[in-house]
């Protein structure tokens, strides 16, 4: 693992940013796994702002979305589909075709059997990754056993409170969700995540302190990346307890 530790978010976006750009400056017709969340907005304003100036290129980009709510309605403005349009892909030139984020409404079996054969079609050149407070990646919830394909979950009362900061209230955000599993994300060539704020410490201890791996927290199976970037500000690095 590569722990880098960048002053403030603004030099967190422009690290990351940096990063997912080179892989496509590399490889113009690269595929990006994406996130979403609070985390990725500033990496997303970052790379818009590299096309808006002419310094990068997305007309042959790919990308996959990590996940998505199950049971909005479509076009829901809490959606990731509606989060990845206003963020990202309605600020750069990528063929929406070859973007795919999950369908969290219809038939959610054969989306799950969509969104794993796409994930077998569309190697990741990199994958971007936020955290959980309680270390979920994607929507890989800590349980006792961690699915490795793309599955439908339940989500922690943990995250559905985390996560209604975006909605009106708790009792508004969806139950579940559909996600990539942690083949998905452990499968891109590289991986990077990154991290800011307190709430997040127990998830980066978990990652940094030692070389346990377990379900209890999700994001410890990142350690077992041969690629794997961390990214967290100074504030979250000097957190001790
Ligand atoms: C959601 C997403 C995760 C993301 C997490 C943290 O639960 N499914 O992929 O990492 O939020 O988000 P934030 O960056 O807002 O803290």
Do not use: W
Not at 7 to 34: H, Q, S, T, W, Y
Not at 72 to 86: D, F, I
Not at 118 to 144: A, T, W, Y
Request: charged share 25%; with cysteine; hydrophobic share 40%.
């Amino acid at each position: 693992m590569r722990l880098v530790v960048v002053k403030d978010k603004k030099e967190m976006n422009a690290f990351v940013g940096d990063m997912i750009a080179e892989v496509i400056r590399a490889k113009p017709e690269a595929c990006l796994g994406l996130a979403t969340g609070s985390t990725p907005e500033g990496v997303y304003e970052y790379l818009s702002e590299l096309y808006r100036s002419g310094k990068l290129d997305f007309s042959r980009v790919s990308s996959v979305n990590l996940d998505e709510y199950i049971g909005l309605p479509k076009g829901s403005p809490h959606s990731y589909a509606h989060y990845m349009e206003t963020k990202l892909f309605g600020n750069i030139n990528i063929d929406r075709n070859n973007a795919y984020v999950p369908c969290g409404y219809g038939n959610i079996r054969e989306e799950t059997e969509r969104f794993n054969s796409i994930l077998q079609k569309k190697p990741r050149d990199i994958q971007l990754l936020g955290v959980g407070s309680n270390g979920h990646i994607g929507f890989n919830e800590p349980s006792r056993a961690l699915h490795s394909l793309a599955h439908v979950v339940t989500l922690k009362e943990k995250t559905r409170f985390d996560n209604s900061r975006f909605f009106g209230s708790i009792d508004e955000v969806p139950a579940q969700a559909i996600t990539m599993g942690l083949r998905g994300i452990l499968g891109a060539e590289k991986v990077v995540l990154a991290a800011s704020g307190r709430y997040k410490k127990d998830a980066i201890q978990a990652m940094v302190a030692n070389d346990e791996i377990t379900t209890d927290v999700p994001c410890t199976f990142l350690k077992m990346h041969i690629d794997f970037t961390l990214v967290v500000d100074e504030e979250l690095a000097g957190i001790r307890s």
